[in-house]
């Protein structure tokens, strides 16, 4: 039986292009790639996305944020993607800011997220992948908000300071083998 082909949304909150979490990021896009998968690479800290203010309007209005900024297209995105691929780097144990300011933001549309398959890939600087555990409850928890959302993966490359500390990292496979798995 012939695999259908998926809609693959990434967004990437990673400023530093060829960066260690960019690299992780890319050997997952070929990997879905290479099995015929629809990629779509969202670079949202370069995007206008306010936080949350937690007016709760969109709770009443069907789902619509009071705020105007680039959020607006990442939830159309959202909305019509397969697969969910959230990529950060590490800054103190969790999610960067850009990409926590669009999790939040998805509060808008929690109701509508749904059978979707998300996966996580990060990097940063702590030796072991023990270090990010509140990065990765952080991910479950935030997906256990919404209905029907599985999580695919997680892939973290440890130990990366540095541009090129990626490196003959198995991280590099493990998001090449997630990639064409998804």
């Known amino acids: 039986m012939e695999k259908q082909a998926k809609r ?59 705020l105007r900024d680039d959020m607006a297209a990442v939830y159309d995105k959202m909305k019509e993607a397969d697969v969910l691929v959230w990529v950060t780097p590490v800054y103190f144990y969790s999610f960067n800011s850009q990409l926590k300011a669009v999790m939040d933001r998805t509060f808008a549309i929690e109701h509508v997220i749904k059978d979707k398959t998300a996966y996580l890939i990060a990097s940063g600087a702590a030796p072991k992948v023990e270090y990010m555990a509140l990065l990765t409850d952080h991910f479950r928890k935030y997906l256990s908000c919404f209905n029907h959302i599985t999580e695919g993966g997680i892939v973290i490359g440890c130990g990366t300071t540095n541009k090129g500390d990626i490196d003959g990292s198995p991280a590099l496979q493990e998001a090449f083998e997630m990639g064409k798995n998804i």
């Open 8 to 66: 693959v949304l990434v967004l990437s909150a990673v400023a530093r292009k060829g960066g260690n979490t960019d690299r992780i990021s890319e050997e997952f896009v070929k990997g879905a790639e290479a099995e015929g998968h629809t990629i779509e690479k969202v670079q949202v800290h370069a995007m206008t996305i306010k936080g949350c203010i937690g007016c709760r309007a969109c709770q009443s209005n069907g789902g619509k944020c009071v």
